[in-house]
Every structure is written in C-alpha cells, then in structure tokens.
C-alpha cells in the first residue's frame, strides 16, 4: 500500500487516468495540477494550482509520457490553459522527492540536475518499451490499412530502426504476410533481424533499399529519411514515422514530392490510452513499491 504518500500529477492525457486510479487503489494521496476539465470524479483527490504550499509536500510529481518541452510547458487535454514547470517550481520540490515521466527534454533534466531532484524517466526502462512496442505496433498497422489501396499481405514493407519497437513491428507485419526489410546501424540488430528471417541492410544503403517499398515505418527519432532518400521513394509509397519528436522525415520534402508522410509519435495514448496508461501505471507502482520503505513521510 502506498498510504501517507503524497503525488502531484501534473497535466497528460487519458493514460494519466489510469495511473490517478491505480494509485487510489492503493491509498495514496493524489494532488491533480491541471485537471480543470477532467469530468470524472475521483473520491478523496483533490485539485490544485502549480503552487509552493502543493509542491512542498509532495513525495512524488507524475508528469505525462513527455514531460513537457523545451520551455517547460506540459501538455494537458484536461486543462483549459497551458501549465508550465519553472525553475522556482522544482526548487520547492523536498530533497528526496521524484519526478516521474515517460521521456525527459533536456530543460526538465537541467533544472531537475541544479537542484538536485532525481527524474526517473519510464521509457527508457527495457520491460516499458516493450509492453509500450504493442499498442505502437497495432496503431501503426492501423494507420497503414487506413491510408493505402493495398493489403499488408504482400506489400513491400521498411522498418527503420531494430529496438524494441522496430522488432514488434516487424513481427506483426510479417505475421500478416508482408514482406520485410529491416534498416538499422548496428550490427547486432541487423544480425537478429537476418536469423528472423528479414532481409537486414545498413542504413548507408538507404537510398537504394527504399525504391521498391509500399510502406515504410520509421522509428528511429533522427533525421534518416532525408530529401536525397526521398528522391528513390516511390510517389504511392506511404511514410508513417512513428518515432518520437522530431521524427526521421523531412516531411516538407515528401510533401513537395507528393509521398504521403504520416507522424504519429505517442501512437500508444493514441489509439489504446487504457492499456497504455496501465503499463505506465504498473511500471510506477513497481518501482514506488521498492522505494516505499524508504520514503520519508511528511509528518
């Protein structure tokens, strides 16, 4: 049980709901900061600006699966303004507080690094991503079926990139009899995807693999489909990048060419924000069940 334990949840989307559930389940004191408009009632949770006498006595702040951008803004569907995480906020954070996230921009980590607030970042553990590598594989293949002519069966697929998500994928694609090819750096990777059974190249030979495609998917979060790879894409080819922001494509160039060039980062609160949230949700219970006889509680 979590009892006594104080948490902030700071903006996020209906994942978040999940995880406000799972932590009443267990009795802890649940803070919500930017849920004006959230319509469900939680018995026991209270509301509350982004203020010193909230932030103070907390032992946890849960921030979304991207826990805000470059200037600190944290995105809330269920807030009727923009919430923004200051210097001065994480200042009145106690010493031995957390903050929890899916993904952390280098602002979070700069300001949580000066005043010495540890940031546990959910997405770079192995079991999250690859629980988080289903819902993203199944809404991929749902963008694919929903915007080509042809059937996945027989298609020319590219998966770019071999972790966690890229080797789901490729396993869902060629259970539906696609034809795959795998691009990626690393020569571990390309050797995994060859012993599946996928023809496996380095990404140096990109812009002569990418000619005869029907679909390819991107997940690899750095520019890799470029305007000189562009120019050997077929124009019915369709582009899906699922990778985190900015993404892998020059989507102005495939624009230009006219190459459908879909980004859909975060595809798991997309099109399954229940299961997702639950994978958040026990991912942080796990770890706060650990570190629970450790926390020290506000008197």
Do not use: W
């Not at 957390?98 to 010495?116: D, F, N, P, W």
């Not at 229940?274 to 926390?295: D, F, P, R, Y």
């Amino acid at each position: 049980m979590l009892s006594g334990i104080q948490f902030a949840i700071i903006g996020g989307d209906a994942r978040q709901l999940e995880v406000i559930q799972t932590l009443l389940e267990l009795d802890a004191t649940v803070i919500l900061i930017g849920f004006d408009k959230l319509e469900n009632q939680y018995k026991g949770v209270m509301k509350a600006n982004l203020e010193r006498h909230v932030l103070e006595n907390v032992h946890a702040v849960i921030l979304p699966a991207v826990g805000g951008d470059d200037m600190g803004i944290i995105q809330s569907i269920f807030s009727l303004q923009d919430i923004r995480m200051t210097d001065e906020h994480i200042s009145y954070l106690p010493k031995h507080a957390k903050i929890y996230t899916g993904m952390a921009r280098s602002y979070l980590k700069k300001l949580c690094s000066k005043h010495q607030i540890e940031i546990v970042e959910l997405f770079e553990r192995d079991d999250v991503s690859i629980y988080n590598s289903i819902p993203t594989a199944e809404g991929a293949l749902m963008m694919a079926i929903q915007n080509t002519d042809i059937t996945i069966h027989g298609s020319q697929c590219l998966v770019l990139g071999f972790g966690r998500t890229g080797f789901t994928l490729s396993k869902t694609l060629h259970s539906l009899g696609a034809i795959i090819k795998v691009g990626d750096r690393k020569d571990e990777h390309l050797a995994r995807a060859y012993e599946m059974g996928f023809q496996a190249f380095s990404l140096n030979q990109l812009n002569e693999q990418v000619a005869d495609a029907d679909l390819i998917f991107n997940t690899i979060p750095s520019l890799v489909l470029t305007p000189n790879v562009l120019t050997n894409v077929q124009h019915r080819a369709v582009i899906i990048d699922i990778a985190s922001k900015p993404g892998g494509t020059d989507f102005r160039f495939a624009e230009k060419r006219g190459i459908k060039a879909l980004f859909a980062p975060s595809l798991p609160g997309m099109v399954a924000p229940k299961t997702a949230g639950q994978i958040i949700a026990n991912a942080l219970i796990h770890l706060l069940m650990k570190e629970s006889s450790t926390v020290e509680l506000v008197p």
